[in-house]
């Protein structure tokens, strides 16, 4: 895999979020999400992908799945297949076949999660050279030892780290720059799991600001954490913030919401 490949893309698959995203999962309940300020947010999210001169594929809301605008959790697309998941959470299982023929019409090779064992997409993170696999409570040691087998085929090395206690995936406390440079809390980075790498930090207090996207150009952060955007666009970044209020309260954030990719 080129390293650009980490973060150059020419595709995302989106999804609407359902009427039922009231119900979705969360940890704690901080309220429930608003719809209508949602699909704004979903909207200026979609918006900014596209102006990179990505295809970005809008799916229809699915509301038997209130967790659903969440995509990135069903499957995990790789320059050369994509591989569809088997999510932890069980009202989130069916989620994944629901991906898969929207993914076979654009990929040559997929490969799919066979259980018992659990992944989820939100807890594997691609970098210029490795793929970062943290066990949580969603995803578990042979949902990685499956997923280990198909990336070592590819090609691939696969690292296992460890998602921190309470948090839902390890993406939820990282993100990649660009190939070699990792947007990470303390918490997280305090493991060591990304040594080797140019890491910058979440600023004191905004550890909700470590789920970010590169895509292509842009940087896309959640908005209203302006010490973290300091740091980011310090290092020479484009960053374009969206509001991520209503996802916020079912514990997603930006990678959740789509699928990157470029189809082999
Ligand atoms: C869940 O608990 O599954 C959803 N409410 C949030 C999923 C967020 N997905 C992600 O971080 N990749």
């Known amino acids: 895999m080129t390293k650009d490949a980490s973060f150059r893309f020419t595709h995302a698959i989106t999804r609407r979020p359902a009427a039922t995203i009231t119900q979705g999962l969360r940890a704690v309940d901080t309220g429930t999400p608003d719809l209508a300020t949602m699909q704004a947010h979903h909207a200026a999210y979609i918006a900014t992908l596209r102006a990179t001169g990505a295809t970005v594929i809008e799916l229809p809301a699915l509301d038997a799945y209130p967790d659903s605008v969440f995509v990135e959790d ?36 997929i490969a799919r999660i066979q259980g018992p064992g659990t992944i989820e997409g939100g807890d594997i993170l691609v970098t210029g050279r490795e793929i970062l696999v943290g066990q949580s409570a969603r995803t578990d040691a042979a949902g990685i030892a499956e997923l280990r087998a198909i990336v070592t085929a590819w090609g691939h090395s696969l690292r296992e780290v460890h998602t921190p206690p309470g948090v839902l995936h390890f993406k939820t406390d990282c993100s990649l720059l660009d190939a070699n440079t990792i947007l990470s809390t303390e918490r997280l980075s305090a493991s060591g ?9 979440t600023a004191p207090g905004e550890e909700a600001a470590a789920n970010t996207i590169r895509f292509n150009d842009v940087v896309l952060m959640p908005a209203g954490f302006p010490g973290t955007r300091q740091r980011i666009e310090q290092a020479g970044f484009t960053v374009v913030e969206i509001g991520n209020s209503e996802c916020a309260k079912l514990d997603g954030g930006m990678s959740c919401l789509s699928l990157r990719f470029t189809p082999s």
């Open 74 to 109: 069903t499957a995990l697309c790789l320059p050369e297949g994509a591989i569809i998941m088997r999510p932890g959470a069980p009202t989130r299982l069916g989620e994944a076949a629901e991906m898969e023929p929207q993914l076979r019409a654009l990929y040559t090779t």
């Open 193 to 201: 799991c990304f040594d080797g790498y140019k890491l910058i930090h």
